[in-house]
């Protein structure tokens, strides 16, 4: 559209919420202190019932399992496994609810 009235970018379409390609620094050092957070949950219920002399399965089975927050790769902290990605990565703040969600396992060799 030509002339006085010309159309703005946010009516020519496209996403009115623009996500960044990547994480900031900020973001980052949340993302790590969010993960650290879990793994010291995790800890602090661990030695609580051992104190008590029993133990959870899902407790055990998540120490098994999952890495803590030294143990992770940057890029497992970051970005997380898709299959429709073209290099099957894509930054962690594009899962939904990434906050919320624990992403620390990825399939092997991606």
């Not at 946010?10 to 996500?19: A, D, R």
């Not at 900031?24 to 002399?53: I, P």
Request: net charge positive; with cysteine.
């Amino acid at each position: 559209m030509f002339g006085p009235f010309k159309a703005t970018s946010s009516l020519s379409g496209g996403l009115l919420w623009k996500i960044p390609w990547r994480l900031s620094s900020m973001q980052k050092a949340r993302q790590r202190k969010r993960l650290r957070a879990v793994d010291a949950v995790v800890a602090c219920v661990d030695t609580a019932l051992k104190k008590q002399g029993s133990s959870m399965k899902e407790i055990e089975r998540w120490k098994a399992e999952m890495p803590r927050e030294e143990e992770m790769r940057p890029k497992d902290k970051y970005t997380i496994f898709d299959r429709k990605e073209k290099r099957y990565r894509k930054g962690i703040h594009k899962l939904p609810k990434w906050t919320r969600v624990s992403q620390r396992i990825n399939p092997p060799g991606f």
